[in-house]
């Protein structure tokens, strides 16, 4: 039993639209950016901040060991008194002085905070430098962060034991540094509303043409393909509006070309369908002549029907992107070729006068399928007797690109230049000529090999003096030049006593 396919999964996030991802996309980054910007900046200003106020505790230290080494005093009460004198606390700091585990001495005047009313804080204080040793430590004492620095004093003589204290009242200290974050919070936020506003705009202009393309696609049907963008600007999305235009226009041309084929064809499938139809409701079942001549002429228009489809099927097949396999091929050789293999065709008198010597890459059975075509074609509507012509030859274009010609020239009764206009259209038949019963399709499909190697193919006739069917391939540079051919258009090549001829 087949395995059962699972069901397919629905996405865990909402269908948004383009305009709306790209513009959070940008939103995050910038958000991240800034906050990640905003918050190291805090964090280095605080650092920075915690370091000064370590180095003012430190340098608080210092200070009080010189004041009391200078200090006169013989007691440790004169000694710490002239400490706390001599160090005024400045802004969101304090000083205090412990004689025997008790507040003895602080700072006159208005400070911003005291530590004296605080016996919790002289206890821990107390107990931390009962080894002899300065002492940095943090403390929450009555609402505030407080850093401080102890440091034990004693006085020779004096069996009393004090402490100095300076601290640092942490929350004022960082608040400017807190300040300066919420302010950039702020600008933060306010950056990317703007930014958001202004990505709005600007995505949904970008995106116009994109949406343009979709709405455009939306009504675009297999029988309307005529619809275009508007190219607007000079950017990439412009650039892919005009690519989609083109290829709109290559749709438009394909599925035309699709419609004027399946028209033609039916137009042309509709006139032997109606003959054998015709002759059979007609046909006499009893008379053995009526019923033989009734089965040929239907084998007849059938057989005009599949030589039909055979062309229908070469043309589509030429015309398909990879229609063409390029390989080196000696154009000489491939001319002398088709020249051999035309001669097969009539009893003409068939003469090459001309060939280029040279090896290019082309798809010599394409080639030989077009030249072979003209050839049919010089058969059927020149002359019944007579010379035909074909050759091959280097040249400069008129802007001095190197090309390469094939031609077939006949000597029949010419085109006129109206019928030249609309020659080599699908269904198109000569209007002179010898028994024209074929598709219509073979000067399609050598237009159609022509253009599939980047080239064209042209006639050039007049009533009376014959036709000459060219097809023009361009050359990559330096692989052909007019001294390339073995001869003169027109005339033997020297070194032979008479052009090259079959007759059969």
Not at 8 to 13: D, E, I, M, V
Not at 264 to 285: F, S
Not at 352 to 363: C, G, M, N, R, Y
């Amino acid at each position: 039993m087949p395995a059962e396919r699972s069901p397919r999964r629905t996405p865990w996030f909402p269908a948004v639209s383009v305009r709306v991802r790209i513009l959070a996309s940008i939103l995050l980054v910038a958000a991240a950016g800034m906050v990640a910007a905003g918050t190291t900046a805090y964090f280095v200003q605080r650092d920075s901040t915690l370091d000064s106020i370590d180095a003012a505790l430190v340098g608080a230290v210092n200070d009080a060991r010189f004041i009391a080494t200078d200090s006169k005093g013989t007691t440790l009460n004169a000694v710490l008194e002239a400490v706390v004198q001599q160090i005024r606390p400045g802004t969101n700091e304090a000083t205090l002085a412990i004689v025997n585990g008790a507040a003895a001495l602080a700072p006159g005047g208005d400070v911003d905070f005291r530590l004296e009313e605080n016996r919790g804080f002289v206890a821990r204080v107390v107990g931390e430098t009962a080894t002899g040793k300065v002492v940095l430590g943090n403390v929450r004492t009555d609402g505030r962060a407080v850093r401080y620095v102890a440091a034990p004093v004693s006085v020779a003589g004096d069996p009393a034991a004090g402490v100095f204290v300076a601290a640092f009242d942490l929350d004022a200290a960082l608040r400017p540094v807190t300040d300066a974050l919420l302010t950039s919070l702020r600008v933060t936020l306010a950056a990317l509303v703007v930014l958001g506003l202004v990505g709005w705009l600007v995505s949904g202009r970008l995106l116009r043409p994109i949406r343009a393309l979709r709405e455009a696609a939306a009504r675009i049907t297999a029988s309307d393909v005529s619809e275009r963008i508007p190219v607007v600007g000079r950017d990439d999305v412009s650039e892919l509006t005009r690519t989609v235009n083109d290829m709109l226009d290559r749709l438009d041309g394909a599925l035309t070309g699709q419609r004027r084929l399946l028209d033609d064809v039916g137009h042309e499938l509709k006139t032997p369908i109606t003959i054998v139809r015709g002759h059979l409701e007609l046909m006499d079942e009893d008379d053995p002549a009526d019923v033989a001549a009734t089965r040929a002429l239907a084998i007849d228009e059938l057989d005009r029907m599949n030589g039909l489809v055979r062309d229908i099927s070469a043309l589509a097949e030429v015309q398909r992107p990879l229609g063409v396999t390029r390989a080196p091929v000696d154009i000489a050789v491939l001319t002398e070729l088709v020249r051999t293999k035309a001669a097969a065709l009539s009893g003409h008198r068939w003469v090459t006068t001309e060939t280029a010597d040279l090896v290019v890459p082309v798809d010599a059975g394409k080639l030989t399928q077009a030249l072979l075509q003209l050839a049919a074609n010089a058969v059927s509507h020149g002359s019944a007797d007579g010379t035909i012509e074909i050759g091959s030859a280097t040249g400069l274009d008129s802007t001095g690109n190197p090309r390469l010609r094939f031609w077939v020239r006949d000597e029949g009764p010419g085109i006129s230049a109206d019928a030249q206009e609309h020659i080599f259209e699908r269904f198109r038949r000569g209007a002179t000529g010898r028994g024209s019963t074929g598709s219509g399709l073979g000067l399609a499909i050598v237009r159609a090999i022509a253009e599939a190697h980047g080239g064209t193919v042209s006639v050039a006739s007049a009533p009376g003096r014959g036709a000459t069917f060219t097809i023009d391939l361009p050359l990559p540079p330096g692989d052909g030049a007019p001294e390339s051919s073995r001869a003169e258009p027109g005339r033997a090549e020297p070194g032979r006593a008479e052009p090259m001829e079959t007759t059969l």
